[in-house]
């Protein structure tokens, strides 16, 4: 006897066939035991089997719970007022020389209390659930030392506790170069931390999945990064990258090389970083929501992915300078307005392809016997719907590890 039979709905499974790139399964019925998908099929093929609960869903869709794969979602104040600078003509550029930008935020972290910092990331957090994510990654990066970087992955950590969410956690220590050390030995300083201090230290206390970092001219050098990622190849850690954001700076084909699991935001991508991508299963990850904050006007270049054969996923990058977004349904609306992603490919972008850019392709991002139950049901004649609304509301229900 199952938990629990979900049944009278549609499914997209998320498991591709050439002729059925969402997997539709109409008139399906799901099979959950001990938080697990046991069986899908088709409704009549199910009927048989019992369960302690029937969930009837009246002709809804039922898509994989979201995976929102990019974030930095534990941060203290902020950056409304660079908004406005940038509604008064002031670039990101400008205003992270200046000493604003990531800077200004690491500076309202350290001032915030423990207390505070979670309370206000479990509002964001509660936010994105509210859209139907049931995994969502959060990246440090407002600390910029040993001790601040791990005080944001525990934060990070600890306000998925209790929460029917699953929390993935990034070290981004080479975020931004703290104030003091901009230049010179002070720069070589600082990524000598990362490299002999903050990775292994992290590693060893098992606070997160992976290492990413900033390649572009206002952050790290590729030849900084290399260094980055040597360390956290070293320590067992995969890595990602914010490649290509503002400018070409080859991250891709850095990341590539790395076997990184995703390169982030690509509005600067070529041919070859495409190429490279491809053959090193690196996933690309694109985030509409900064492009559109930023008015940035070099799309990313989605045909070049697509004839490349790279997996294309989407997220909401939220974060307070550059994509202060909380609306998954936002971000999958504006992939395909903004990138000309189809719908199609918008939803296997929060789901299947961002699974994969986690390292967690076994676990969830589909719906298959054997994947964890996390599962949102959709109020919606058809599944475009979700690329269609602009900001529409969330799942009618949302069932993480098989509850809810
Ligand atoms: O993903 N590009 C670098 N990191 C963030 C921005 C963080 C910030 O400005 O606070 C991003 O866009
Ligand atoms: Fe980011």
């Known amino acids: ?36 998908i046991v069986r899908v099929g088709k409704r009549t093929e199910l009927a048989g089997f019992r369960a302690k609960e029937v969930v009837p869903c009246g002709g809804a869709w039922i898509t994989p719970g979201l995976v929102d794969c990019h974030t930095h979602l534990v941060f203290g104040g902020t950056r409304a007022n660079e908004h406005a600078m940038r509604r008064a003509g ?17 500076a309202a972290t350290k001032a915030a209390s423990a207390d505070a910092l979670q309370q206000q990331a479990r509002r964001r957090l ?51 170069l703290p104030p003091e050390a901009r230049e010179g030995l002070a720069r070589e300083a600082y990524v000598r931390m990362i490299v ?80 490279a991508m491809a053959a090193a299963g690196t996933v690309a990850v694109l985030l509409p929501g900064a492009f559109y904050a930023l008015n940035e006007k070099k799309k990313p270049p989605v045909q070049l992915l697509r004839d490349a054969g790279v997996p294309i996923a989407i997220a909401s990058d939220c974060n307070p300078g550059t994509s202060p977004v909380l609306n998954p349904q936002l971000i999958i609306n504006m992939a395909c307005t903004l990138f000309g992603l189809t719908p199609e490919e918008a939803i296997a972008g929060m789901t299947v392809n961002a699974a994969r850019a986690l390292g967690l392709a076994h676990e969830v991002g589909t719906i298959e016997a054997g994947k964890a139950a996390d599962l949102c049901v959709w109020r919606v004649n058809e599944l475009n719907e979700l690329g269609y609304w602009v900001g529409m509301p969330g799942p009618e229900r949302r069932i993480f590890a098989g509850e809810g």
């Open 126 to 176: 509660h936010a994105l659930m509210a859209g139907g994510v049931t995994t969502v990654e959060i990246k440090s990066g407002y600390g910029l030392d040993t001790a601040s970087e791990m005080r944001l992955l525990n934060a990070a950590r600890a306000i998925g506790r209790g929460e029917p969410v699953r929390i993935v956690t990034t070290l981004l220590a080479a975020h931004a």
């Open 196 to 275: 002999e201090e903050m990775i292994p230290a992290v590693a060893k206390a098992g606070i997160a999945t992976s290492v990413d970092a900033f390649c572009e001219s206002i952050a790290f050098t590729p030849a900084e990064v290399e260094r980055v990622f040597t360390a956290a190849r070293a320590n067992g850690l995969p890595v990602r990258l914010h490649a290509e954001q503002l400018s070409n700076q080859k991250g891709a084909e850095l990341a590539a090389r790395y076997k990184a699991l995703s390169a982030d935001h690509l509005e600067h991508l070529d041919a070859a970083g495409a190429k």
């Open 90 to 106: 002031a670039t990101y550029e400008e205003i992270a020389k200046a000493g604003g930008g990531i800077a200004s935020t690491v």
């Open 1 to 36: 006897m199952w938990d629990r039979l979900i049944t009278d709905c549609h499914v997209a499974t998320m498991v591709a066939a050439p002729d059925n790139p969402l997997g539709l399964f109409p008139n399906a019925a799901i099979g959950i035991d001990g938080g697990k």
